[in-house]
């Protein structure tokens, strides 16, 4: 009877277990970048977001199945650091402008805000004026820097003032 009665017990935390992996794996599906449809509005100014060129942004916050989507990664960075928002959000994508045009970027191309490197004070220009470009890898960040001037910075180094 123990050991019908321990079988059980493994069973049903297996079950358990089981059922966790997949609620995190299905919410971890659900946090995926959207296309951009024509006529959609930046979640903090409401510009029209495909009619500007330079990279974008989205984010998923905490609690919430739908994302927000962004005209700029400035517009995006403004949202994202502001004390009233910083702790809730859990992700936060961006275009890596090493592989986008920068007057059309694609919306196959978004890489993880978190881990991307960025340019602020560029010549470059976006939907808001002066934006910050977003980069996968370092060396691209820095050869865009050598054509177009600027500051690299990961996203911890980050703040309201540096946008």
């Known amino acids: 009877m123990k050991k019908l009665y321990a079988l059980l017990v493994i069973l049903l935390a297996g079950g358990v277990l ?3 992996q997949d609620n995190q794996s299905n919410e971890t599906m659900a946090q995926k970048t959207m296309k951009l449809e024509q006529g959609e509005e930046c979640h903090l100014c409401g510009m ?3 009619n500007f060129p330079g990279p974008k942004g989205q984010l998923y ?5 739908t994302n927000m989507k962004f005209c ?3 517009d995006l960075l403004a949202y994202a650091l502001d004390p009233e928002h910083k702790h809730s959000i859990q992700s936060i994508f961006v275009h ?11 919306d196959e191309t978004y890489i993880d805000g978190r881990k991307a490197w960025f340019v602020t004070g560029s010549m470059r220009k976006g939907a808001m004026g002066p934006t910050l470009a977003s980069f996968s890898s370092q060396e691209a960040a820095k050869a865009f820097i050598h054509e177009f001037g ?3 910075r990961r996203f911890e180094e980050l703040t309201i003032d540096s946008l």
């Open 150 to 152: 600027g500051e690299l």
């Open 72 to 74: 700029s990664t400035r």
């Open 18 to 20: 089981a059922g966790c």
């Open 48 to 50: 029209i977001i495909g």
């Open 61 to 65: 916050e905490r609690g919430k199945s």
């Open 96 to 106: 890596d402008m090493a592989i986008n045009p920068w007057e059309k970027p694609d």
